[in-house]
Protein backbone atom coordinates (compact mmCIF):
# COMPACT_ATOMS: atom_id res chain seq x y z
CA UNK A 1 0.00 0.00 0.00
CA UNK A 2 1.33 3.22 -1.01
CA UNK A 3 0.51 4.83 2.13
CA UNK A 4 1.65 2.27 5.05
CA UNK A 5 1.52 4.01 8.14
CA UNK A 6 4.72 1.44 8.83
CA UNK A 7 6.46 2.37 6.06
CA UNK A 8 5.40 6.50 5.32
CA UNK A 9 6.36 9.55 7.84
CA UNK A 10 4.06 11.99 9.20
CA UNK A 11 5.58 14.90 6.45
CA UNK A 12 4.77 12.51 3.54
CA UNK A 13 1.21 11.92 4.41
CA UNK A 14 0.83 15.81 4.98
CA UNK A 15 2.27 16.36 1.33
CA UNK A 16 0.17 13.44 -0.13
CA UNK A 17 -3.41 15.11 1.49
CA UNK A 18 -2.32 18.24 0.30
CA UNK A 19 -1.78 16.77 -3.47
CA UNK A 20 -4.76 15.01 -3.48
CA UNK A 21 -3.44 11.60 -3.81
CA UNK A 22 -4.96 10.06 -0.67
CA UNK A 23 -7.93 11.68 1.68
CA UNK A 24 -7.34 12.26 4.90
CA UNK A 25 -10.80 10.31 5.90
CA UNK A 26 -8.61 7.19 4.48
CA UNK A 27 -5.46 8.15 6.79
CA UNK A 28 -7.30 8.81 9.83
CA UNK A 29 -9.15 5.58 8.99
CA UNK A 30 -6.03 3.16 8.49
CA UNK A 31 -4.78 4.51 11.90
CA UNK A 32 -8.03 3.46 13.71
CA UNK A 33 -8.31 0.63 11.81
CA UNK A 34 -4.56 -0.48 13.31
CA UNK A 35 -6.02 1.13 16.66
CA UNK A 36 -8.81 -1.41 16.79
CA UNK A 37 -6.38 -4.13 16.55
CA UNK A 38 -3.27 -3.76 18.24
CA UNK A 39 -4.50 -1.40 21.09
CA UNK A 40 -6.10 -3.87 22.94
CA UNK A 41 -2.90 -5.48 23.86
CA UNK A 42 -0.38 -2.27 24.04
CA UNK A 43 -3.03 -0.09 25.89
CA UNK A 44 -1.24 2.88 24.40
CA UNK A 45 -4.52 4.61 24.39
CA UNK A 46 -7.10 5.04 26.77
CA UNK A 47 -9.45 7.26 24.83
CA UNK A 48 -10.30 7.41 21.36
CA UNK A 49 -12.64 9.72 19.44
CA UNK A 50 -13.15 7.87 16.10
CA UNK A 51 -16.47 9.29 15.04
CA UNK A 52 -15.15 12.93 15.84
CA UNK A 53 -11.69 11.96 13.78
CA UNK A 54 -13.57 10.87 11.15
CA UNK A 55 -15.93 13.80 10.41
CA UNK A 56 -13.02 16.13 10.81
CA UNK A 57 -10.83 14.29 8.09
CA UNK A 58 -14.06 14.73 5.92
CA UNK A 59 -14.12 18.56 6.76
CA UNK A 60 -10.26 18.27 5.74
CA UNK A 61 -11.33 16.72 2.47
CA UNK A 62 -13.58 19.08 1.85
CA UNK A 63 -11.16 21.95 1.56
CA UNK A 64 -12.49 23.48 4.98
CA UNK A 65 -9.40 23.59 6.39
CA UNK A 66 -5.65 24.88 5.06
CA UNK A 67 -2.49 24.30 7.48
CA UNK A 68 0.57 22.56 7.62
CA UNK A 69 -1.11 19.62 9.63
CA UNK A 70 -4.31 19.73 7.56
CA UNK A 71 -6.14 15.51 8.34
CA UNK A 72 -3.30 14.58 10.17
CA UNK A 73 -4.17 12.17 12.85
CA UNK A 74 -2.22 13.31 16.28
CA UNK A 75 -2.29 11.59 19.90
CA UNK A 76 -2.19 13.47 22.88
CA UNK A 77 -0.82 12.68 26.22
CA UNK A 78 -3.65 12.74 28.44
CA UNK A 79 -2.46 15.42 30.71
CA UNK A 80 -3.42 18.00 28.05
CA UNK A 81 -7.10 19.55 28.07
CA UNK A 82 -9.24 19.32 25.30
CA UNK A 83 -12.39 20.48 25.48
CA UNK A 84 -14.03 16.56 24.37
CA UNK A 85 -13.56 13.21 25.98
CA UNK A 86 -11.93 13.28 29.60
CA UNK A 87 -8.79 14.92 30.96
CA UNK A 88 -7.86 12.18 33.30
CA UNK A 89 -3.79 12.18 33.96
CA UNK A 90 -4.36 8.56 34.12
CA UNK A 91 -5.54 9.47 37.73
CA UNK A 92 -8.50 8.31 39.72
CA UNK A 93 -8.98 11.46 40.86
CA UNK A 94 -9.53 12.84 37.25
CA UNK A 95 -11.42 9.69 36.31
CA UNK A 96 -14.35 11.62 35.10
CA UNK A 97 -12.92 15.29 34.47
CA UNK A 98 -14.24 16.91 31.60
CA UNK A 99 -11.97 20.11 30.72
CA UNK A 100 -14.08 23.13 30.38
CA UNK A 101 -10.67 24.71 28.27
CA UNK A 102 -8.48 23.77 26.08
CA UNK A 103 -4.70 23.03 26.09
CA UNK A 104 -3.00 25.83 24.15
CA UNK A 105 -0.68 23.13 22.38
CA UNK A 106 -3.87 21.10 21.16
CA UNK A 107 -5.36 24.54 20.03
CA UNK A 108 -2.83 25.19 17.74
CA UNK A 109 -2.52 21.80 16.51
CA UNK A 110 -5.72 21.88 15.61
CA UNK A 111 -5.99 25.34 14.07
CA UNK A 112 -2.89 24.01 11.90
CA UNK A 113 -5.47 21.11 10.91
CA UNK A 114 -4.37 18.46 12.86
CA UNK A 115 -7.30 15.81 14.00
CA UNK A 116 -7.18 14.36 17.22
CA UNK A 117 -7.17 11.01 17.28
CA UNK A 118 -7.31 10.25 21.09
CA UNK A 119 -5.92 10.72 24.59
CA UNK A 120 -3.12 8.20 25.24
CA UNK A 121 -1.66 6.21 28.88
CA UNK A 122 0.75 8.21 31.54
CA UNK A 123 2.45 7.49 34.76
CA UNK A 124 -0.48 9.21 37.05
CA UNK A 125 -0.17 12.67 36.91
CA UNK A 126 3.27 12.48 34.76
CA UNK A 127 5.16 10.90 37.85
CA UNK A 128 7.04 7.65 36.70
CA UNK A 129 9.35 6.20 34.60
CA UNK A 130 7.71 2.89 33.04
CA UNK A 131 3.92 3.93 32.43
CA UNK A 132 3.24 1.27 35.16
CA UNK A 133 1.71 3.87 37.46
CA UNK A 134 -1.67 4.72 35.61
CA UNK A 135 -5.34 3.92 37.36
CA UNK A 136 -5.82 2.21 33.95
CA UNK A 137 -3.28 -0.32 33.09
CA UNK A 138 -0.09 -0.53 32.02
CA UNK A 139 0.94 0.17 28.34
CA UNK A 140 3.05 -2.87 26.89
CA UNK A 141 6.19 -1.85 24.73
CA UNK A 142 5.75 -2.93 21.17
CA UNK A 143 9.33 -4.25 20.48
CA UNK A 144 8.45 -6.86 23.88
CA UNK A 145 5.26 -6.60 25.36
CA UNK A 146 6.57 -7.88 28.78
CA UNK A 147 8.68 -4.89 28.72
CA UNK A 148 7.60 -1.27 29.72
CA UNK A 149 7.42 1.79 27.44
CA UNK A 150 9.28 3.99 29.38
CA UNK A 151 7.23 7.01 30.90
CA UNK A 152 5.60 8.95 31.46
CA UNK A 153 4.70 9.72 28.76
CA UNK A 154 4.56 6.14 27.51
CA UNK A 155 1.18 5.86 25.65
CA UNK A 156 2.54 8.45 23.28
CA UNK A 157 5.65 7.13 22.67
CA UNK A 158 4.28 3.54 22.08
CA UNK A 159 1.65 5.42 19.84
CA UNK A 160 4.37 6.23 17.46
CA UNK A 161 5.98 2.97 17.41
CA UNK A 162 3.64 0.67 16.78
CA UNK A 163 2.02 3.29 13.86
CA UNK A 164 -0.89 3.96 15.89
CA UNK A 165 -0.82 7.74 14.90
CA UNK A 166 2.32 9.45 12.62
CA UNK A 167 2.79 12.18 15.66
CA UNK A 168 1.88 12.72 19.37
CA UNK A 169 2.00 15.22 22.11
CA UNK A 170 4.04 14.13 25.47
CA UNK A 171 5.07 16.68 28.01
CA UNK A 172 8.60 16.32 29.49
CA UNK A 173 9.47 17.13 33.35
CA UNK A 174 12.32 15.04 34.13
CA UNK A 175 12.69 12.83 30.38
CA UNK A 176 8.95 11.77 30.13
CA UNK A 177 9.03 12.28 26.75
CA UNK A 178 12.78 11.35 25.49
CA UNK A 179 13.21 8.31 28.11
CA UNK A 180 10.02 6.62 26.41
CA UNK A 181 11.05 7.67 22.67
CA UNK A 182 14.37 5.72 23.45
CA UNK A 183 12.93 2.72 25.20
CA UNK A 184 10.30 1.96 22.18
CA UNK A 185 12.72 3.30 19.19
CA UNK A 186 10.87 6.64 18.14
CA UNK A 187 12.42 10.84 18.09
CA UNK A 188 11.16 12.62 21.25
CA UNK A 189 11.97 15.94 21.79
CA UNK A 190 11.49 18.21 24.54
CA UNK A 191 12.39 21.74 23.65
CA UNK A 192 13.63 24.49 25.67
CA UNK A 193 11.51 25.35 28.53
CA UNK A 194 8.87 28.63 27.67
CA UNK A 195 9.10 27.50 23.58
CA UNK A 196 5.76 25.27 24.32
CA UNK A 197 2.83 27.01 25.84
CA UNK A 198 1.67 25.00 29.00
CA UNK A 199 -1.78 26.34 29.17
CA UNK A 200 -4.13 23.47 29.85
CA UNK A 201 -1.14 21.46 30.80
CA UNK A 202 -1.93 19.59 34.33
CA UNK A 203 0.99 21.20 36.41
CA UNK A 204 3.00 18.82 37.68
CA UNK A 205 6.34 20.73 38.28
CA UNK A 206 6.15 23.84 37.04
CA UNK A 207 9.71 25.52 36.74
CA UNK A 208 10.49 21.73 34.51
CA UNK A 209 7.00 20.50 32.55
CA UNK A 210 7.85 21.39 28.91
CA UNK A 211 5.38 19.94 26.12
CA UNK A 212 6.77 18.67 23.38
CA UNK A 213 6.30 16.04 20.36
CA UNK A 214 7.41 12.28 19.50
CA UNK A 215 7.55 10.83 16.06
CA UNK A 216 9.31 8.45 13.88
CA UNK A 217 11.44 11.47 11.97
CA UNK A 218 13.60 14.13 13.25
CA UNK A 219 11.95 15.63 10.65
CA UNK A 220 8.57 15.47 11.51
CA UNK A 221 9.43 16.44 14.73
CA UNK A 222 10.33 20.12 13.28
CA UNK A 223 7.39 20.32 11.56
CA UNK A 224 5.41 19.71 14.84
CA UNK A 225 7.44 22.22 17.00
CA UNK A 226 6.96 24.85 14.08
CA UNK A 227 3.30 24.38 14.55
CA UNK A 228 3.15 23.93 18.45
CA UNK A 229 5.94 26.74 19.80
CA UNK A 230 5.89 30.65 20.52
CA UNK A 231 4.40 32.63 23.24
CA UNK A 232 0.57 32.56 24.67
CA UNK A 233 -0.69 35.36 27.13
CA UNK A 234 -2.01 32.47 29.03
CA UNK A 235 1.65 31.39 30.09
CA UNK A 236 3.67 34.43 31.36
CA UNK A 237 6.48 31.58 31.23
CA UNK A 238 6.19 31.21 27.83
CA UNK A 239 8.50 33.16 25.18
CA UNK A 240 8.96 35.09 22.15
CA UNK A 241 11.88 33.36 21.21
CA UNK A 242 13.80 33.56 17.53
CA UNK A 243 15.41 30.24 16.28
CA UNK A 244 12.71 29.13 13.39
CA UNK A 245 12.25 27.65 11.10
CA UNK A 246 12.55 24.42 12.56
CA UNK A 247 11.55 21.96 9.28
CA UNK A 248 12.63 24.26 6.30
CA UNK A 249 16.61 24.29 6.89
CA UNK A 250 16.74 20.86 8.64
CA UNK A 251 18.75 18.67 5.46
CA UNK A 252 21.39 21.60 5.94
CA UNK A 253 24.45 20.00 7.80
CA UNK A 254 26.12 22.00 10.26
CA UNK A 255 29.51 23.00 9.41
CA UNK A 256 32.30 22.92 11.77
CA UNK A 257 29.94 21.09 13.89
CA UNK A 258 31.51 20.40 17.74
CA UNK A 259 30.11 17.59 19.57
CA UNK A 260 30.95 17.04 23.29
CA UNK A 261 31.38 14.34 24.90
CA UNK A 262 31.09 14.21 28.68
CA UNK A 263 32.78 10.98 30.72
CA UNK A 264 30.65 12.08 33.47
CA UNK A 265 27.63 10.36 30.96
CA UNK A 266 29.13 7.00 30.94
CA UNK A 267 28.88 5.16 33.25
CA UNK A 268 30.28 1.30 33.51
CA UNK A 269 26.78 0.93 35.53
CA UNK A 270 25.29 1.37 31.80
CA UNK A 271 23.92 -1.26 30.22
CA UNK A 272 26.46 -2.42 27.02
CA UNK A 273 24.37 -1.30 24.40
CA UNK A 274 24.47 2.33 25.67
CA UNK A 275 28.50 2.78 25.30
CA UNK A 276 27.98 0.91 21.80
CA UNK A 277 25.42 3.07 20.53
CA UNK A 278 27.39 6.06 21.34
CA UNK A 279 30.54 5.00 20.07
CA UNK A 280 28.70 4.30 16.89
CA UNK A 281 27.55 7.90 16.53
CA UNK A 282 31.06 9.59 17.51
CA UNK A 283 32.20 7.20 14.52
CA UNK A 284 29.26 8.91 12.41
CA UNK A 285 29.48 12.08 12.93
CA UNK A 286 33.54 12.00 12.61
CA UNK A 287 32.51 10.50 9.11
CA UNK A 288 30.22 13.73 8.63
CA UNK A 289 33.15 16.36 9.69
CA UNK A 290 32.52 16.83 13.01
CA UNK A 291 35.07 17.58 15.78
CA UNK A 292 34.51 15.69 19.09
CA UNK A 293 35.58 17.63 22.34
CA UNK A 294 35.84 16.73 25.46
CA UNK A 295 33.38 18.17 27.94
CA UNK A 296 33.29 18.55 31.99
CA UNK A 297 29.56 18.22 33.56
CA UNK A 298 30.76 17.63 37.35
CA UNK A 299 27.59 17.89 38.77
CA UNK A 300 25.73 15.30 36.62
CA UNK A 301 25.87 12.99 39.65
CA UNK A 302 23.76 15.11 41.64
CA UNK A 303 21.38 15.89 39.02
CA UNK A 304 18.61 12.98 39.87
CA UNK A 305 19.54 14.08 43.96
CA UNK A 306 18.18 17.66 42.99
CA UNK A 307 15.42 16.85 40.40
CA UNK A 308 13.89 14.58 43.09
CA UNK A 309 13.40 17.48 45.11
CA UNK A 310 12.70 20.43 43.25
CA UNK A 311 10.41 18.14 41.21
CA UNK A 312 8.29 16.74 43.94
CA UNK A 313 8.42 20.14 45.91
CA UNK A 314 6.35 21.84 43.13
CA UNK A 315 4.01 18.70 43.03
CA UNK A 316 3.11 18.68 46.64
CA UNK A 317 2.16 22.40 46.06
CA UNK A 318 0.15 22.04 42.45
CA UNK A 319 -1.29 18.44 44.04
CA UNK A 320 -2.83 20.66 46.85
CA UNK A 321 -5.64 21.63 44.47
CA UNK A 322 -7.08 18.21 44.45
CA UNK A 323 -9.62 18.72 47.30
CA UNK A 324 -12.71 16.71 46.01
CA UNK A 325 -14.71 20.11 46.14
CA UNK A 326 -14.34 22.34 42.89
CA UNK A 327 -13.50 19.08 40.68
CA UNK A 328 -12.05 15.33 40.60
CA UNK A 329 -13.44 12.88 42.84
CA UNK A 330 -14.88 13.12 45.92
CA UNK A 331 -15.50 10.94 48.79
CA UNK A 332 -18.67 10.17 50.22
CA UNK A 333 -19.27 9.98 54.48
CA UNK A 334 -17.13 12.85 54.97
CA UNK A 335 -17.07 14.53 58.65
CA UNK A 336 -16.15 17.62 57.92
CA UNK A 337 -13.70 19.88 55.42
CA UNK A 338 -10.56 18.27 56.45
CA UNK A 339 -12.00 14.83 56.45
CA UNK A 340 -13.09 15.43 52.87
CA UNK A 341 -10.13 16.43 51.50
CA UNK A 342 -8.00 13.71 53.16
CA UNK A 343 -10.44 10.94 52.30
CA UNK A 344 -11.09 12.52 48.94
CA UNK A 345 -7.21 12.94 48.30
CA UNK A 346 -6.23 9.59 49.62
CA UNK A 347 -8.80 7.63 47.85
CA UNK A 348 -8.14 9.33 44.74
CA UNK A 349 -4.30 9.37 44.42
CA UNK A 350 -2.48 6.10 43.19
CA UNK A 351 1.10 5.35 45.51
CA UNK A 352 3.72 7.40 43.47
CA UNK A 353 1.96 10.41 43.61
CA UNK A 354 0.76 9.93 47.66
CA UNK A 355 4.85 8.99 47.56
CA UNK A 356 6.00 12.21 46.21
CA UNK A 357 3.63 14.68 47.58
CA UNK A 358 4.77 13.20 50.74
CA UNK A 359 8.20 14.04 49.84
CA UNK A 360 7.93 17.15 48.37
CA UNK A 361 6.15 18.14 51.47
CA UNK A 362 8.58 16.78 53.42
CA UNK A 363 11.71 19.10 51.70
CA UNK A 364 9.40 22.27 52.50
CA UNK A 365 8.93 21.55 55.62
CA UNK A 366 9.64 23.57 58.46
CA UNK A 367 13.20 22.34 60.04
CA UNK A 368 14.17 20.56 56.44
CA UNK A 369 14.08 23.59 53.64
CA UNK A 370 17.22 25.04 53.72
CA UNK A 371 19.15 21.42 53.96
CA UNK A 372 17.16 20.23 51.07
CA UNK A 373 14.80 22.25 49.06
CA UNK A 374 17.25 25.59 49.43
CA UNK A 375 20.38 23.51 48.71
CA UNK A 376 18.78 21.92 45.72
CA UNK A 377 18.33 25.35 44.04
CA UNK A 378 21.82 26.18 44.33
CA UNK A 379 23.12 22.37 43.34
CA UNK A 380 20.77 23.10 40.38
CA UNK A 381 22.59 26.60 39.64
CA UNK A 382 25.75 24.63 39.35
CA UNK A 383 24.31 22.09 36.97
CA UNK A 384 23.18 25.11 34.97
CA UNK A 385 26.85 26.47 35.17
CA UNK A 386 28.07 22.81 33.93
CA UNK A 387 25.82 23.15 30.80
CA UNK A 388 27.01 27.10 30.47
CA UNK A 389 30.77 26.22 30.17
CA UNK A 390 30.06 23.40 27.85
CA UNK A 391 28.57 25.21 25.46
CA UNK A 392 31.13 27.52 25.26
CA UNK A 393 33.16 24.43 23.65
CA UNK A 394 30.64 22.85 21.71
CA UNK A 395 27.44 22.87 19.77
CA UNK A 396 25.30 20.08 21.27
CA UNK A 397 26.54 17.44 23.59
CA UNK A 398 25.93 13.64 22.55
CA UNK A 399 25.14 11.20 25.29
CA UNK A 400 22.80 8.56 26.55
CA UNK A 401 19.31 9.12 27.12
CA UNK A 402 18.60 5.96 29.73
CA UNK A 403 21.03 3.65 31.01
CA UNK A 404 19.71 0.80 29.01
CA UNK A 405 16.82 -0.52 27.09
CA UNK A 406 13.55 -1.30 27.62
CA UNK A 407 13.26 -2.93 31.52
CA UNK A 408 10.95 -5.66 32.56
CA UNK A 409 6.99 -5.03 33.98
CA UNK A 410 6.87 -5.19 37.27
CA UNK A 411 11.49 -5.02 37.66
CA UNK A 412 11.52 -1.59 39.45
CA UNK A 413 7.95 -1.04 40.85
CA UNK A 414 8.74 -2.01 44.18
CA UNK A 415 12.10 0.06 44.24
CA UNK A 416 10.91 3.46 43.63
CA UNK A 417 14.73 4.96 44.04
CA UNK A 418 15.59 2.71 41.49
CA UNK A 419 13.05 3.86 39.22
CA UNK A 420 14.09 7.16 39.73
CA UNK A 421 17.42 6.65 38.66
CA UNK A 422 16.43 5.63 35.54
CA UNK A 423 16.23 9.68 34.66
CA UNK A 424 19.47 9.93 35.56
CA UNK A 425 20.78 11.40 31.48
CA UNK A 426 17.41 13.49 31.29
CA UNK A 427 16.76 15.67 34.45
CA UNK A 428 19.66 17.42 34.30
CA UNK A 429 18.10 19.49 31.33
CA UNK A 430 15.07 19.84 32.31
CA UNK A 431 16.90 21.58 35.59
CA UNK A 432 18.95 23.86 33.32
CA UNK A 433 15.74 24.63 31.04
CA UNK A 434 17.83 23.63 28.12
CA UNK A 435 16.08 21.55 25.19
CA UNK A 436 17.28 17.81 24.39
CA UNK A 437 16.04 15.30 21.91
CA UNK A 438 16.73 11.54 21.61
CA UNK A 439 16.54 9.86 18.24
CA UNK A 440 17.27 5.95 17.58
CA UNK A 441 20.31 4.52 16.96
CA UNK A 442 19.94 0.93 16.61
CA UNK A 443 19.25 -1.70 18.95
CA UNK A 444 20.24 -4.47 21.51
CA UNK A 445 22.06 -8.07 19.94
CA UNK A 446 19.15 -10.82 21.05
CA UNK A 447 21.14 -12.81 23.13
CA UNK A 448 20.55 -15.42 25.94
CA UNK A 449 16.43 -15.46 24.80
CA UNK A 450 16.44 -11.49 25.76
CA UNK A 451 14.28 -9.99 22.53
CA UNK A 452 15.72 -6.92 20.25
CA UNK A 453 15.20 -3.80 21.96
CA UNK A 454 15.40 -0.13 20.73
CA UNK A 455 18.31 1.70 21.64
CA UNK A 456 18.97 5.68 21.32
CA UNK A 457 21.50 8.63 21.87
CA UNK A 458 20.42 12.20 23.32
CA UNK A 459 21.37 15.26 22.03
CA UNK A 460 21.28 18.30 24.57
CA UNK A 461 21.83 21.82 22.87
CA UNK A 462 21.74 25.41 24.21
CA UNK A 463 18.46 27.22 25.16
CA UNK A 464 16.50 28.37 22.53
CA UNK A 465 19.12 26.47 19.62
CA UNK A 466 16.61 23.74 18.56
CA UNK A 467 16.93 24.47 15.04
CA UNK A 468 20.73 23.91 15.30
CA UNK A 469 19.72 21.01 17.34
CA UNK A 470 17.34 19.03 15.00
CA UNK A 471 19.91 20.13 12.09
CA UNK A 472 22.58 17.94 13.96
CA UNK A 473 19.70 15.03 15.31
CA UNK A 474 18.71 15.14 11.17
CA UNK A 475 22.64 14.37 9.91
CA UNK A 476 23.02 11.61 12.08
CA UNK A 477 19.64 9.91 11.20
CA UNK A 478 20.24 10.71 7.59
CA UNK A 479 23.65 8.61 7.57
CA UNK A 480 22.15 5.86 9.69
CA UNK A 481 18.56 5.17 9.35
CA UNK A 482 18.23 3.69 12.08
CA UNK A 483 14.75 5.55 12.37
CA UNK A 484 13.08 3.21 9.31
CA UNK A 485 13.00 -0.09 11.88
CA UNK A 486 9.67 -0.93 12.88
CA UNK A 487 8.49 -3.76 15.49
CA UNK A 488 6.29 -6.75 14.87
CA UNK A 489 3.40 -6.46 16.24
CA UNK A 490 1.05 -8.95 18.06
CA UNK A 491 -2.72 -8.78 18.04
CA UNK A 492 -4.24 -9.52 21.30
CA UNK A 493 -4.68 -13.22 22.36
CA UNK B 1 23.95 10.31 57.08
CA UNK B 2 20.61 12.05 57.59
CA UNK B 3 18.74 11.24 60.46
CA UNK B 4 16.63 8.10 60.36
CA UNK B 5 12.51 8.99 59.45
CA UNK B 6 10.12 8.21 62.24
CA UNK B 7 6.90 6.63 61.94
CA UNK B 8 5.43 9.80 63.94
CA UNK B 9 7.27 12.24 61.04
CA UNK B 10 5.18 10.33 58.46
CA UNK B 11 2.54 10.55 60.38
CA UNK B 12 2.83 14.62 60.67
CA UNK B 13 3.95 14.67 56.63
CA UNK B 14 0.88 12.83 55.75
CA UNK B 15 -1.06 15.70 57.67
CA UNK B 16 0.33 18.48 56.24
CA UNK B 17 -0.41 17.20 52.80
CA UNK B 18 -3.99 15.77 53.93
CA UNK B 19 -3.53 12.50 52.97
CA UNK B 20 -4.59 9.74 55.16
CA UNK B 21 -2.55 6.84 55.75
CA UNK B 22 -3.39 3.38 57.66
CA UNK B 23 -0.73 1.53 59.85
CA UNK B 24 0.50 -0.65 57.14
CA UNK B 25 0.94 2.04 55.02
CA UNK B 26 2.57 4.83 57.33
CA UNK B 27 6.13 2.16 57.89
CA UNK B 28 5.86 1.04 53.93
CA UNK B 29 6.00 4.76 52.90
CA UNK B 30 8.90 5.35 55.96
CA UNK B 31 10.86 2.79 54.76
CA UNK B 32 10.59 3.99 51.02
CA UNK B 33 11.05 7.88 51.83
CA UNK B 34 14.00 6.90 54.72
CA UNK B 35 15.78 5.04 50.59
CA UNK B 36 15.04 8.02 48.78
CA UNK B 37 16.22 10.55 51.58
CA UNK B 38 19.09 8.75 52.57
CA UNK B 39 20.17 9.04 48.50
CA UNK B 40 19.09 12.83 48.03
CA UNK B 41 21.40 13.65 51.17
CA UNK B 42 23.97 13.27 48.78
CA UNK B 43 23.69 16.88 47.98
CA UNK B 44 25.26 17.73 51.50
CA UNK B 45 28.93 16.76 50.27
CA UNK B 46 28.69 19.92 47.83
CA UNK B 47 29.78 23.11 48.99
CA UNK B 48 27.04 25.91 47.79
CA UNK B 49 28.11 28.66 50.30
CA UNK B 50 28.15 31.72 48.06
CA UNK B 51 25.66 29.77 44.97
CA UNK B 52 22.63 31.86 43.89
CA UNK B 53 19.45 29.69 44.12
CA UNK B 54 17.66 28.99 40.58
CA UNK B 55 14.10 28.71 40.76
CA UNK B 56 13.50 29.41 37.01
CA UNK B 57 14.98 28.09 34.14
CA UNK B 58 14.84 31.51 32.09
CA UNK B 59 16.47 35.01 33.33
CA UNK B 60 12.63 36.11 33.27
CA UNK B 61 10.86 38.08 36.31
CA UNK B 62 7.55 39.13 36.35
CA UNK B 63 5.48 39.06 33.29
CA UNK B 64 2.91 41.45 33.27
CA UNK B 65 -0.26 42.86 31.24
CA UNK B 66 -1.94 45.36 30.72
CA UNK B 67 -4.70 45.48 33.99
CA UNK B 68 -7.80 45.47 31.44
CA UNK B 69 -10.88 43.62 32.02
CA UNK B 70 -11.45 40.62 30.06
CA UNK B 71 -14.37 38.06 29.89
CA UNK B 72 -14.06 35.06 32.33
CA UNK B 73 -15.15 31.58 32.36
CA UNK B 74 -19.49 31.29 33.16
CA UNK B 75 -20.19 30.23 36.54
CA UNK B 76 -21.85 27.06 35.16
CA UNK B 77 -18.77 25.70 33.11
CA UNK B 78 -17.14 26.54 36.37
CA UNK B 79 -19.67 24.18 38.54
CA UNK B 80 -19.45 21.41 35.70
CA UNK B 81 -17.15 19.25 37.36
CA UNK B 82 -18.51 19.82 40.90
CA UNK B 83 -19.10 17.16 42.50
CA UNK B 84 -21.39 19.08 44.71
CA UNK B 85 -23.25 22.30 44.23
CA UNK B 86 -25.92 24.60 44.87
CA UNK B 87 -25.67 27.06 42.41
CA UNK B 88 -23.63 29.68 42.30
CA UNK B 89 -22.07 27.57 44.80
CA UNK B 90 -19.59 25.13 45.65
CA UNK B 91 -21.12 22.54 48.36
CA UNK B 92 -19.17 21.45 50.94
CA UNK B 93 -19.68 19.71 54.24
CA UNK B 94 -19.73 21.85 57.64
CA UNK B 95 -16.30 23.43 58.20
CA UNK B 96 -16.80 23.84 61.67
CA UNK B 97 -18.58 20.14 61.98
CA UNK B 98 -18.91 17.84 65.02
CA UNK B 99 -16.52 15.84 63.64
CA UNK B 100 -12.97 14.21 64.76
CA UNK B 101 -11.48 17.34 63.41
CA UNK B 102 -13.81 19.58 64.56
Redesign the interface.
Known amino acids: MAWDPTQTTLVNLRDAIAGSQITSVQIVQQYLDRVERYNPKLNAFTQIFADQALQRAQRVDAGDHAGPLAGIPIAIKDNMCTPYGRTTCSSRILE ?3 A ?2 TATAVEKLEAAGAIVLGKTNLDEFAMGSSTEHSAFGTTRNPWSTDRVPGGSSGGSAVAVAADLAPGALGSDTGGSIRQPAALCGVVGLKPT ?2 RVSRYGLVAFAS ?2 DQIGPFAHTVGDAALLLEVLCGPD ?1 LD ?2 S ?1 DAPGGPFHANLDQPVDGLRLGLSNQYLSDANHPSVAGAIDEAVEVFRGLGAQIVEVDLP ?1 T ?2 G ?3 Y ?2 VATAEA ?1 SNL ?1 RY ?8 ADD ?10 S ?2 QG ?1 GDEV ?2 R ?3 G ?2 VL ?1 SGYYD ?2 Y ?9 I ?1 QDFDGAFEKCDAILCPTSTGPAFKIGEKTSD ?2 AM ?1 LNDIYTATA ?4 IPGISIPAGHTKPLNGDPKLPVSIQLLGP ?1 FDEARLLRIARMYEAATNHHLARPELAEAD | MPEKLSEE ?2 RH ?2 K ?6 SDAEVEH ?1 RE ?2 E ?3 E ?6 A ?1 D ?1 DG ?8 D ?1 TN ?1 L ?1 PDEPSVG ?1 AVA ?2 L ?5 KSPPF ?1 Q ?11
Open positions: DFSPYYGSLPSTVHEYIATYISADGVRYGRRAEDMIDLYCRRSFKRIMLTYSAYLRALKVRRLKPLYNLAGL | QVVALCRLTVFQLAILYIDKLSLVVEPMAHALVARMDVANAPKFVPKVLGEGRNA
